[in-house]
């Protein structure tokens, strides 16, 4: 009696090219898309919701030379090491001196992405830490790190609906 061997082929190899375009450019250009949407979403919630990102300090005087709201014109986005977006038309007057022009955060990792806001004004960190007294009423400090902890379940959403496939 002879042995007879039954033979199956299978060609895998469309599937797994499809698989590779899925992991190497489909799924990235969803990922840069959905952190743009959500950084941009963070970054303009910093500007105008509450509190809001102090527009000038006690004490401002009229003589100072620093112009009302070079802070608020001074956010940036950065979406994988790329300016994406700013913030300068909220500066109410303000010249966007402060504007980063270039990334300056850590290294991004290969395979990884990221979405970077940052306010580039040379006092931005004081006004966020400190300065109780503000001379906007709906300003305060926290004014960026209360947006992550009050809406940061919605810019994950953002992030997640943006990559649905």
């Known amino acids: 009696m002879s042995s007879d061997i039954a033979k199956f082929e299978l060609d895998t190899s469309r599937v797994m090219r499809n698989l590779l375009l899925l992991n190497t450019v489909i799924m990235p250009a969803k990922v840069k898309a959905g952190l743009t949407a959500a950084g941009n979403r963070f970054m303009i919630d910093t500007v105008i919701g509450l509190p809001t990102t102090p527009i000038k300090r006690p004490g401002y005087g009229i003589l100072s030379t620093r112009k009302a709201g070079e802070l608020r014109a001074s ?87 943006t990559i649905r496939l």
Not at 77 to 103: I, S
Not at 109 to 119: K, T
Not at 129 to 148: C, D, N, P, R, V
């Open 75 to 161: 956010g940036a986005l950065f979406v994988n090491g790329k300016k994406k977006r700013d913030t300068t038309h909220y500066g109410e007057g303000a010249t966007g001196k402060y504007q980063a022009t270039v990334y300056g955060g850590t290294r991004i990792l290969p395979m990884s992405q990221e979405a970077c806001v940052v306010f580039n004004a040379p006092y931005a960190a004081r006004q966020h830490e400190a300065f109780l007294a503000k001379t906007e009423q709906t300003a305060g400090i926290h004014y960026m790190s209360e947006k992550l902890h009050t809406n940061g379940v919605e810019y994950m959403h953002i992030i997640a609906r």
